[in-house]
């Protein structure tokens, strides 16, 4: 596997850019929520026995883990330093599980590639404000590979070492980020299709032994489940298919211009009842768009002061998903997961940003990646659009036009 200089220096530049954002305090998400969280929930970095108070209503991996990092370096500024330097492996990471997926592709693609992750604001600002998130992207990534592997191996008749460590590092992700429950439930249902029923239960048991700890936590502290969902499914449904666009506009149009892929062989079928359903969920809509909501719904506000844009981007959401799940049932199932598990008062960017986009490139079944990763252009163009938004979010944070709407 050997990475080209220039590769090599990209990565270099990109991972002292995270410094540069340290030095300079800078939240890249815009909002100024990763450094209010940071600071809310630093007296469980100090002892995270205080996790017993209402200080955070998540699982407290992350937080025993940072303690312990605390503890060896006992100052705030350099405990921040070290959890940078401990998320610059991540697009490696990533890189090595499209290298398992992708055996075709030159490597030098997929890594230039992974070095989105770079761009991605959320990923920015909790390496920058040490977050749940950057702990549960490592776990999950971690976890990918060995699901990539088992995959791969086709050994579905035995219990091998891939299908303990995706549990293992699966488990250790929701204990970071429970949000990521959902990626766990979708792994079983691949789990019960491609392995044998004697297979498939000593796994499941495996499962139930891990989850036993969650399931203790959550007795002493039942106000965990409270936080993740809300039943108006009308506004999370809008706004869960208008975020996922965000990622998914540009991956299509790239295909659609430069591999002549027919995109819309059946929009005269599926256009109307999406148009229909956006409709009457619009009808219904009444999401707090100061509180999250995604880039589009607050381009929205912010360009015409209505909500028709997101409306429309909605629509090209569900469109777009619809096209990647034709291809395989799984696909299916995984995008139904991801639209109806998050539902919850207030949807941030950061809960897709970047599992949407793992999700794509390395569990989604298409051959849409695999044109989408043979070309260097797309993959510039690509990175070229996230370092728009990027650069856009860091302009939205200097001049707070998202809380001026």
């Not at 990533?94 to 991605?120: P, R």
């Not at 009808?283 to 929205?300: A, M, R, T, V």
């Not at 995984?334 to 008062?345: D, E, K, M, V, Y």
């Not at 797309?378 to 809380?403: E, G, R, V």
Request: hydrophobic share 55%.
């Amino acid at each position: 596997m050997k990475i080209n200089n220039y590769n090599k220096f990209l990565y270099l530049i990109l991972s002292l850019s995270l410094f540069v954002d340290l030095y300079f305090n800078i939240d890249s998400a815009g909002s100024g929520g990763f450094i209010i969280d940071f600071n809310s929930t630093w007296p469980l970095v100090e002892n995270p026995l205080a996790f017993k108070t209402d200080l955070d209503f998540k699982f407290p991996l992350h937080y025993y883990i940072a303690a312990i990092i605390y503890k060896i370096f006992n100052d705030k500024e350099l405990f921040r330093f070290v959890y940078c330097v401990l998320a610059l492996p991540i697009p490696y990471l990533f890189f090595l599980s499209l290298s398992i997926k992708f055996k075709k592709i030159d490597f030098n693609n997929l890594f230039l590639f992974s070095l989105v992750i770079f761009l991605l604001p959320s990923f920015r600002s909790a390496a920058v404000w040490p977050n749940t998130q950057i702990t549960g992207i490592f776990f999950f990534l971690i976890s990918l590979y060995y699901f990539l592997r088992w995959e791969d191996k086709k050994q579905f008749n035995i219990f091998n070492k891939e299908i303990l460590l995706t549990i293992i590092f699966m488990s250790l992700t929701v204990y970071s980020r429970q949000l990521y429950a959902m990626i766990f439930f979708y792994f079983m249902i691949v789990f019960y299709q491609k392995l044998s029923k004697n297979i498939f239960f000593k796994t499941s048991l495996i499962v139930g032994l891990f989850s036993l700890p969650g399931i203790i936590f959550v007795i002493y502290l039942p106000k965990i489940l409270k936080v993740t969902f809300e039943f108006k499914l009308y506004n999370s449904l809008l706004v869960n298919s208008s975020i996922i666009s965000f990622y998914l506009i540009p991956f299509f149009l790239i295909i659609y211009f430069f591999k002549k892929k027919n995109l819309f062989k059946d929009i005269k079928l599926i256009l109307p009842i999406i148009i229909f359903f956006v409709f009457i969920c619009s009808l219904f809509f009444n999401y707090n768009y100061l509180l999250g909501g995604g880039y589009f719904l607050k381009l929205s506000k912010i360009l015409f002061d209505n909500f028709y844009f997101f409306y429309i981007t909605s629509i090209i959401g569900f469109y777009l998903i619809y096209l990647l799940s034709k291809e395989d049932k799984l696909n299916l199932i995984l995008n139904l997961i991801i639209l109806f598990s998050i539902s919850a008062f207030i949807i941030f960017m950061k809960y897709f940003e970047p599992m949407y986009l793992l999700a794509l490139f390395l569990l989604f079944k298409t051959e849409l990646t695999n044109l989408f990763l043979k070309n260097k252009k797309n993959i510039y163009l690509y990175l070229s659009y996230f370092l728009l938004y990027l650069t856009s979010a860091i302009f939205n944070n200097y001049y707070l036009l998202s809380k001026n709407i």
